[in-house]
């Protein structure tokens, strides 16, 4: 099943039903609400339920999440350098569709992911001529 | 009517996006060093070319993403990265010797000298692609382009090649000690033209201007057509090169020796031609590199992107677009010799050649992104070929250019 939900996506509900492999959600494009390309699914967050399952509980963003990627030792190392500052977490209930992409709730203005983007044009490309276009 | 505009404007953009720095001097060497003794690997490589244009072309129209979102929902952000530092070393090095070629090209044509000229191309290519709507950056320099075909203007003038210098062309005869440097400019050759900034630059093109299926024969003529024309700009230079310079001894290493041969055809309007003709293919291929690393990064890390956005709408991919200019400000001025650094950026390209196109072929394979318009038998075979044959080939020549000292 796993590429066939890429292909037409569904409603989470109805993915919450099937059991995720780790490709259907692992590096897909994050979009907000208002069609904002945010970043990708570094990482995912995951927790153990009672009944032995695994659910996942959030989706999470970051160098550090990329740095763990990579390799587990490189995690903790970037993380004392940046101290979780350039990271967020989405938590899962934020998910309003799960497809080719992930799609949010809300407008981008509400997630940490994707802050840079926001920062960038703000202190850089509005204060240049022709930075608006 | 409409189609066949479009047609017509595919061809043209093809024709005038094939040449740029490296195919340039490549073609401008192995002319004045070999005689027409490399043909055949601007023909291969023109091949090999043809089809990936159609590939890419293929996948973006029918999957609806960019070439580097695929690599990395296939195969996972750590083999990502494989591509992207390849990709980020070799361009940035091409990156270069565009805008030092922008910068020759304008010397050539004012007598002014070049490397005052470098960071003020720099600028100009800068302003351009942070300023630039996409059907300008894509359609602006191909049109100039096609002033590269007064090559073929300058070999009709000067009478054609004769039957000797036909002859050099198979089997090559290359000379004692000579070994070393003709592969190394086959692969240069291979990997000047088959260059994979094309993959994310094409197939992000063709998302920008919103391709879908409807679009795919048209996808396979521009490619085929457009490609084969394009190729007799480089194919042109080559037997031009061959013509003038190797009867006077020269290499072919400096771009105002290959702008010579058009002198010599048709005098001063000769020079002029030729300095257009390299100022509009290294424009465009600057364009078309820049915004193919900015392409790689922001994708593959899932940001905003898109060259008709306003920068404050794709802050970061401008910020990336920016920094990948000035890098290659800061190569051109430690390494003041467009002409090596687009001989060094073609052979890297080519050594690269298997990690940038191996997974494009896989990913050309898989029905979940392609549907029943995966790649034939023949294609993959072609270009697995090709991209075996150009890896090979440079690794060959620096190993035999190590080994003779």
């Known amino acids: 099943m796993a590429r066939s939900l890429h292909r037409h996506g569904r409603a989470l509900a109805e993915a919450r039903q099937q059991v995720l492999v780790m490709r259907d959600l692992m590096d897909l494009q994050i979009e907000s609400a208002d069609g904002i390309d945010l970043g990708r699914v570094d990482d995912v967050e995951a927790e153990i339920l009672a009944d032995g399952q695994a659910a996942v509980t959030a989706l999470l963003g970051g160098p550090q999440a990329l740095a763990g990627r990579i390799s587990s030792r490189l995690r903790p190392l970037i993380r004392r350098l940046l101290r979780d500052r350039f990271d967020s977490r989405i938590p899962i209930e934020e998910v309003a569709e799960l497809g080719l992409v992930v799609r949010l709730r809300g407008p981008a203005a509400r997630y940490g992911l994707g802050a840079s983007d926001r920062w960038l044009a703000e202190h850089l490309w509005a204060r240049l001529p022709g930075g608006r276009r | ?405």
């Open chain 2, 1 to 405: 009517m409409r189609k066949w505009l479009g047609l017509a404007l595919g061809v043209v953009t093809a024709t005038g996006g094939f040449l740029d720095a490296g195919t340039v001097v490549t073609a401008g060497e192995a002319g004045a060093q070999f005689g027409l003794g490399l043909l055949w690997a601007a023909l291969v490589a023109t091949l090999a070319v043809m089809l990936l244009v159609e590939m890419t072309g293929r996948f973006a129209a029918v999957s609806g993403k960019p070439y580097a979102a695929a690599v990395r929902e296939h195969f996972g952000f750590k083999f990502y990265l494989l591509p992207l530092a390849s990709e980020l070393i070799a361009e940035s090095v091409m990156l270069a010797a565009e805008i030092g070629g922008i910068a020759v090209a304008v010397s050539i044509a004012t007598g002014l000298p070049w490397l005052p000229l470098f960071p003020l191309a720099a600028l100009f290519v800068w302003l351009l692609v942070y300023r630039a709507p996409f059907s300008l950056i894509e359609n602006g320099p191909a049109v100039l382009g096609l002033v590269t075909l007064s090559f073929l203007v300058g070999i009709a003038v000067l009478g054609g090649p004769n039957e000797h210098l036909v002859r050099s062309a198979w089997p090559p005869a290359v000379g004692p000690g000579k070994l070393p440097a003709y592969l190394g400019l086959a692969a240069a050759i291979l990997g000047a033209t088959i260059s994979p900034y094309l993959i994310y630059f094409y197939s992000s093109g063709a998302r920008e201007e919103g391709w879908n299926e409807a679009d795919l024969t048209l996808n396979k003529v521009t490619a085929v057509v457009g490609m084969g024309f394009g190729s007799l700009g480089s194919i042109a230079l080559i037997v031009l090169a061959a013509m003038v310079l190797l009867p006077q001894g020269k290499d072919g290493s400096t771009l105002p020796q290959l702008a010579s041969t058009m002198t010599r055809a048709l005098g001063a309007p000769g020079t002029l031609l030729f300095a257009l003709a390299l100022f509009a293919t290294c424009t465009g291929a600057a364009f078309e590199v820049s915004l193919g690393l900015a392409y790689d990064v922001a994708q593959g890390f899932g940001w905003q992107w898109g060259e008709d956005e306003a920068p404050v709408e794709a802050a970061r991919f401008n910020l990336v677009l920016t920094a990948v200019v000035v890098v290659s400000v800061v190569i051109g001025l430690l390494i003041q010799d467009p002409a090596s650094l687009a001989i060094v950026g073609s052979t890297l390209i080519a050594l690269f050649l298997p990690i940038s196109l191996a997974p494009f072929l896989v990913i050309m394979n898989d029905r979940d992104e392609l549907g029943e318009r995966t790649n034939g038998r023949l294609s993959n075979i072609a270009t697995g070929g090709v991209v075996g044959l150009a890896f090979v080939v440079a690794v060959l020549s620096l190993v035999l250019t190590f080994v003779g000292g």
